[in-house]
């Protein structure tokens, strides 16, 4: 099992380009989240799904949307870049959020630079 | 609303001294606990977790923590580190509101481990 994957690994856009990250996970889980990592920051929920068909927005979602296109895919797009969006995104993926308690696994991370 | 709080954003520690990472949260319900490892230039991922029972949770690589319900702290120990055990780490709190469990990060410790 490949646990969680992210596409790409490194990516830098110009200011005003667009791009989606990709992840998928093989686990069978419910719920997939989108962070994204700052130093000092730690990791901060950009938007989650709880279950296929839905999304919900996280602590910072602003420039950013998503889409759980099935049970394994959640996929973030920035419409249109900007410098303060240079971070590391991370994907994650749990049994169920409605399940207390449970643990998260994360992908490698996907490194955005934004000039 | 759930906060998790890290005080120090780096420990040096020699080579098989012993160390204390140090997280304090605070929720108006109950909580579970976690601390999460990140080695660099990977995703992060789970040494252990408190859920009920027991205050004294042993996980992965020899280290342990210590839910304190008074002093809503949950501190991390490991009696020995090893030059392996450099990386950030992460406290994280989920509290059950509802149907949906989140996590919320603290803002990290990196341990760095010399000889």
């Known amino acids: 099992n490949a646990g969680v994957t992210q596409t790409p690994k490194f990516q830098v856009l110009k200011t005003g380009q667009s791009m989606t990250l990709q992840c998928a996970q093989d686990?069978?889980?419910?719920?997939m989240y989108w962070y994204r990592q700052d130093p000092g920051m730690g990791l901060r929920l950009i938007y989650y799904s709880a279950s296929e068909g839905t999304t919900d927005k996280g602590e910072v979602p602003n420039g950013y949307n998503v889409s759980r296109l099935n049970k394994r895919e959640f996929s973030l797009r920035l419409e249109s870049a900007a410098p303060s969006q240079t971070s590391v995104y991370f994907c994650?993926?749990?049994?169920?959020?409605?399940?207390?308690?449970?643990?998260?696994?994360f992908g490698p991370g996907t490194r955005l630079t934004v000039l | 609303a759930q906060s998790v709080t890290q005080l120090d954003s780096q420990v040096p520690v020699f080579e098989e001294a012993p160390v204390e990472l140090r997280c304090n949260y605070s929720s108006s319900v109950s909580v579970y606990l976690f601390w999460y490892v990140q080695y660099p230039n990977q995703g992060l991922q789970l040494l252990l977790k408190?859920?009920?029972?027991?205050?004294l949770v042993k996980g992965i690589n020899g280290f342990e923590a210590e839910f304190n319900k008074s002093q809503t702290s949950f501190h991390l120990r490991k009696p020995s580190v090893h030059i392996s055990d450099t990386a950030e780490y992460f406290c994280?709190?989920?509290?059950?509101?509802?149907?949906?469990?989140?996590?919320?990060f603290g803002t990290g410790t990196r341990l760095q481990v010399t000889l």
């Open positions: 686990m069978n889980h419910n719920s």
């Open positions: 994280a709190v989920s509290e059950f509101a509802g149907t949906a469990s989140k996590l919320t």
């Open positions: 994650a993926s749990s049994e169920d959020l409605s399940l207390a308690g449970r643990e998260q696994f």
């Open positions: 408190y859920l009920s029972g027991s205050t």
